[in-house]
């Protein structure tokens, strides 16, 4: 299952109404999450069987892999593909897992997204990129794996605590930045905030980024490396500080921004209102000074090492020039270390 294919959004009001897709599927979970949503049990015992994994990167960890894929086999010993689906339950480092698992499970099965956080929900539960972490780094070893269902369940992400709320605030407003439609203006006279603004938005966010998944699905053409705006340095810190995606990605967001305006991109005004959106809604996106300056060799290091870097000491870094006006342009380490270590980030 190497092509991209058209993912169903369907919104459900509780997990009951999420029925297993057919006798074959096998749920894939993350036991802490799993143990905080009423009816779990009860409807996990639907399903043909089980995996539970830890929460977070340890689910994604290259080291654990071969023994889960041995259970994956197990489970579905004496089906055939097309019989099969995984349904992930859980953010995005199960969904992670689970979409690798059924892109190599037999070659490729069918794969189903209940995302549980709202960071998963708006962003990662619909991109086709599956990943496990290996030597170090996040995300080295990759597929594309494509889900044919992803269902948002009302009850379950409205229940999330304000942390989960705001690091998913992150991925949502860049989205709002990168597409500027009317629902972008309507968003920022919205008076609505937290959960009640994600859910009221949430369709709108998502069918802005499968717009972009449409135009390269696979990464092949480059319209999709615009996704990657705010995380060249917002991964950097991530993977060096060991910040929460969301937090991080907000930090990497005002960077990119800052150096838009100084490179003549864009203007003063739109940047200080998406900067204030930021802080407003979401985390602050300015330098932190509880955040030790990284080290140069360690910040080429990680940057390099980024999903999105180029040949030849390059980085495809992604500048706005105003809503839903992306750049993608490349830049050398080089220039990236100076305006970063310009901000303080790097020392």
């Not at 991109?265 to 802080?279: A, F, Q, S, V």
């Amino acid at each position: 299952m190497t092509k991209a294919k058209k993912t169903a959004v369907l919104v459900r009001e509780s997990l009951a109404e999420v029925e297993p897709p057919g006798h074959g599927a096998v749920l894939v979970y993350d036991r802490g999450l799993a143990r905080r949503i009423p009816g779990f049990r009860e409807w996990k015992g639907r399903f043909r069987g089980a995996l539970a994994l830890p929460g977070g990167e340890e689910a994604k960890d290259l080291e654990t892999f071969p023994a889960r894929m041995a259970r994956l086999v197990e489970l579905t010993k004496g089906l055939a593909r097309k019989e099969i689906t995984l349904l992930s339950l859980g953010g995005g480092s199960t969904g992670d897992f689970t979409g690798f698992a059924a892109s190599v499970l037999k070659r490729g099965v069918n794969l189903e997204h209940v995302p549980t956080t709202w960071l998963a929900a708006v962003d990662s539960a619909h991109g086709g990129k599956n990943a496990l972490n290996a030597g170090g780094a996040k995300n080295q070893l990759g597929t594309f794996h494509f889900p044919s269902r992803v269902h948002l369940v009302k009850e379950i992400l409205l229940a999330q605590p304000e942390r989960l709320v705001r690091e998913g605030m992150v991925e949502f407003l860049k989205a709002a930045f990168l597409d500027g439609r009317e629902w972008t203006q309507r968003l920022r006279r919205s008076r609505l905030e937290g959960k009640d603004l994600l859910w009221d938005f949430l369709l709108p966010a998502i069918r802005a980024k499968t717009r972009i998944l449409a135009r390269d699905p696979r990464e092949e053409k480059g319209p999709r490396r615009i996704l990657n705006l705010g995380h060249t340095l917002g991964h950097a810190l991530e993977a060096f500080h060991g910040l929460p995606h969301g937090r991080a990605v907000a930090l990497g967001l005002g960077f990119a921004l800052r150096w838009s305006e100084t490179q003549g991109l864009l203007p003063g005004k739109t940047r200080r209102e998406m900067e204030d959106l930021l802080e407003k809604k979401a985390f602050p996106c300015r330098s932190a000074s509880y955040l030790l300056p990284i080290p140069p060799k360690d910040f080429r290091r990680l940057v390099s090492l980024d999903k999105k870097a180029a040949p030849s000491g390059t980085v495809r870094f992604v500048f706005l020039q105003g809503w839903g006006k992306p750049l993608l342009r490349p830049v050398t380490l080089g220039e990236i270390e100076k305006a970063a270590r310009e901000e303080g980030w790097v020392r």
